[in-house]
């Protein structure tokens, strides 16, 4: 799974993920190493384009993040690459930049969900500084041996402060109830495959 920080104006208008040049690059990275782009889900932390294309606000942030954690719980990723900054910040729950964060695995949970958060730089970003290209195919390279040894479900870090659980919410303080293992057995497989035809009937949209 990747999730970046928002849909840019053309992504926005469509509805699709990285449907411009940074797609391009996105579709021959993951070519570089034998992955197609209906194999990845991709998402993002704020669901539509900030106005003039600014910086996510905390408000947006915090009325965006129960559906990017109900994408995650139903997908249940045994990788979530974090592009860029806010993403990278916001799922790794550190101030670090992603120039320092970048490369470096580390173990995440959300729920009842364990997962690898493994940050890159955006390739948007990265196809203005050739530096940071180089680097982003560096880090991809990595990506296989990362999905070879990450578990899907392992067992719940220990320690975890009961608000970094980051259970949805239908409002604010207002906890949905939550699913039992057949309904959550139920949406991940729906979510499962090539184009996770049951959650997105027409091919992979991630933003919403």
């Not at 690459?81 to 320092?100: H, Q």
């Not at 982003?136 to 999905?147: G, I, N, S």
């Not at 303080?173 to 939550?178: A, K």
């Amino acid at each position: 799974m990747f999730v970046g920080e928002a849909p840019g104006y053309h992504e926005d208008k469509q509805g699709r993920p990285f449907v411009g040049a940074a797609g391009k690059l996105l579709d021959e990275l993951l070519a570089s190493i034998n992955l197609r782009r209906d194999q990845v889900y991709i998402a993002n932390v704020l669901k539509s384009r900030p106005p003039n294309n600014r910086d996510p606000q905390a408000d947006e942030i915090e009325a965006c993040t129960p559906y990017l954690v109900t994408q995650i719980e139903i997908i249940r990723p045994r990788v979530i690459c974090s592009l860029g900054n806010f993403a990278t910040k916001f799922l790794s729950e550190s101030p670090m930049g992603i120039s320092r964060a970048h490369g470096h695995p580390q173990r995440r949970q959300i729920g009842d969900h364990v997962y690898t958060l493994y940050p890159m730089y955006h390739p948007a970003a990265a196809l203005y500084t050739p530096s940071m290209l180089d680097t982003l195919r560096a880090d991809f390279q990595r990506l296989p041996r990362l999905l070879e040894h990450s578990q899907a479900d392992a067992a719940p870090l220990p320690g975890r402060r009961e608000e970094q659980d980051c259970a949805p919410t239908t409002s604010r303080g207002e906890s949905q109830s939550p699913l039992s293992d057949a309904e959550h057995d139920s949406r991940r497989d729906s979510a499962a495959g090539g184009a996770f035809e049951q959650l997105v009937p027409d091919g992979q949209l991630g933003l919403f």
